[in-house]
Nanobody, 119 residues
Framework: QVQLVESGGGLVQPGGSLRLSCAASGSFFSINAMGWYRQAPGKQRELVAAMSSGGSPNYGDSVKGRFTISTDNAKNMVYLQMSSLKPEDTAVYYC?????????????WGQGTQVTVSS
């Protein structure tokens, strides 16, 4: 199994910044991609940012220019630096990993961390 532990969510004022972190651990050979999705109340889960191993980052249109994804492959961690936050960024943010195991490649999700942007 693969476990994902997220941290860094919370309450922030509009225009503020937050940094999310996610650590992957467990039984896998390699991580093929890592990223973040979010889900606001009454809405579908949407891509925030993702990056495949050795590839370029991919961002959702609504966060381009404000959010930055980064990874630490040695530590199996992914980060999301969020700046210029807006109330519409309020959502539960989920860490995502595509990992290779003996039996193949599998998607794994974290439990989610709440981000609330409000004055």
């Amino acid at each position: 199994q693969v476990q994902l532990v997220e941290s860094g969510g919370g309450l922030v004022q509009p225009g503020g910044s937050l940094r999310l972190s996610c650590a992957a651990s467990g039984s896998f050979f390699s991580i093929n991609a890592m990223g973040w999705y979010r889900q606001a109340p009454g809405k579908q889960r949407e891509l925030v940012a993702a990056m495949s191993s050795g590839g370029s980052p991919n961002y959702g249109d609504s966060v381009k220019g404000r959010f930055t994804i980064s990874t630490d492959n040695a530590k199996n961690m992914v980060y999301l630096q969020m700046s210029s936050l807006k109330p519409e960024d309020t959502a539960v943010y989920y860490c995502y990993v595509l990992a290779s195991r003996i039996s193949g490649k599998y998607n794994y999700w974290g439990q989610g961390t709440q981000v609330t942007v409000s004055s």
